[in-house]
């Protein structure tokens, strides 16, 4: 049977990695075809430990590329970037490429969403009826429903009819409006704030309401009032397919024939404020301490972004725009041929970031969550990046 990509494409917030076996040999880094970028200070015996997890993790997945970054304040970092940006080409995975972070976008629309809050100009209560028309059951469905993934609004990306449309021609350019019919000619699963269910058709309607409320493009406003404060001048929210470079090849099975094809080009405009932005391993590391501490935001209305609910799976919630797993904060995310993971654990003021050219899974697990778990289970075994696979 074909794979859809629905659950795939930003599903990947609730993907838990199991244990791979490890190799019996410390695996050769620098093999044919495989580059290897690797600094750190974390002592020789963690480090190797380190090595040897993340290189059995990326031969068992056939994962092509990774970048893996851990900073732990007194301990030191671990930084490597181990195996092929092209596959065609060899040229080795780099720290120093763009990359795709599908979901990860979102902790910039909720960031976005909540400068709006702190000026005042809207309010978490609010209902979505109110800036946006036509949202099934959208009196009752709160913009807090909407960051909480609690609204009961039906995905558009596990609409039958998106997946073949958009993977009949990957390049075409669809509008916010356009996704989300694909979502609302299906009733509601469940009335507004009942249960947690990860929906993209949320986020797509909370860039349509930063837009209604500030009168600018939402990626317009997502680079003046998140992107310039933050100082993240590597990260931005395309307006079609463009892509700086250098990045590396993107891989995905996610065809109407399921075989593996280069998504590097495809057109993310589909994914828009839910999943659309660019960014780089050095942009996302300073990011994920700004959007788990609150930098940009009054200590109020982080407060209320880190009130996290559970999601049904055991160890994991979910407050706005941003889950909780093993005591790390942050997001994951996943678009055809990308995947990463940003991460930050306050108890030891640690960051992880996970960066691969392959959403292609293994053994039914998300490669990113594959070696974001065994990194973590190494270096920070009370805190491990942890994940249940939801249901099919």
């Known amino acids: 049977m074909r794979r859809t990509p629905a659950r795939r494409l930003f599903a990947a ?48 997945a056939g994962i092509p590329g990774v970048v893996v970054g851990l900073w732990m304040p007194g301990k030191g970092k671990y930084v490597r970037a181990t195996g092929v940006a092209d596959k065609v080409t060899h040229e080795p995975m780099s720290t120093r490429f763009f990359t795709r972070i599908g979901s990860e976008t979102k902790t910039f629309t909720v960031t976005a969403l909540l400068k709006l809050v702190d000026d005042h100009r809207i309010r978490l209560d609010d209902p979505i009826s109110r800036y946006v028309h036509g949202v099934p059951n959208g009196r009752r469905i709160t913009l807090r429903h909407l960051a909480e993934m609690r609204s009961g609004l039906f995905s558009y990306t596990d609409d039958p009819d998106f997946q ?48 209604k409320v500030s009168g600018r493009h939402v990626e317009d406003f997502i680079h003046e ?29 996610q065809t109407l024939s399921g075989a593996v094809e280069d998504s590097t080009d495809w057109n993310p405009s589909w994914a828009w404020s839910a999943g659309a932005m660019i960014s780089t391993f050095q942009d996302l590391h300073r990011w994920a301490k700004i959007v788990a501490t609150g930098t940009l935001l009054t200590p109020e209305t982080q407060h209320q972004r880190l009130k996290t609910l559970p999601t049904g799976h055991p160890g994991t919630t979910y407050g706005l725009g941003i889950l909780k797993t093993g005591g790390w904060i942050g997001h994951n995310g996943s678009i055809p041929g990308y995947e ?37 289970e190494i270096a920070t075994p009370n805190n491990v990046y942890d994940r249940p696979v939801p249901p099919r």
Not at 25 to 43: R, S
Not at 178 to 188: C, S
Not at 232 to 251: I, M
């Open 225 to 253: 009032r998140v992107l310039r404060p933050a100082h993240l001048d590597d990260t931005l929210f395309p307006s079609g397919e463009e892509y700086p470079r250098p990045h590396a090849r993107g891989y995905t099975n």
């Open 13 to 60: 917030a609730l993907l838990v990695a199991s244990v791979l076996a490890p190799t019996t040999a410390a695996p050769a880094l620098a093999e044919h075809g495989v580059g290897v970028e690797q600094h750190g200070d974390l002592g020789p015996e963690l480090t190797a430990r380190l090595d040897k997890a993340v290189e059995s993790v990326r031969k068992q």
């Open 164 to 211: 073949h449309d958009l993977l009949s021609d990957p390049y075409r350019s669809f509008t916010p409006r356009e996704v989300l019919a694909y979502g609302f000619k299906h009733r509601n699963t469940f009335a507004p704030g009942a249960r947690f269910q990860y929906s993209n058709s949320n986020l797509v309607l909370l860039g349509l309401v930063i837009e």
């Open 340 to 376: 990463s993971v940003t991460v930050y654990l306050p108890s030891k003021k640690a960051t992880l970031v996970v960066l691969l050219n392959t959403d292609i899974t293994y053994g039914g697990q998300e490669p990113s969550s594959l070696v974001a778990r065994v990194v973590t």
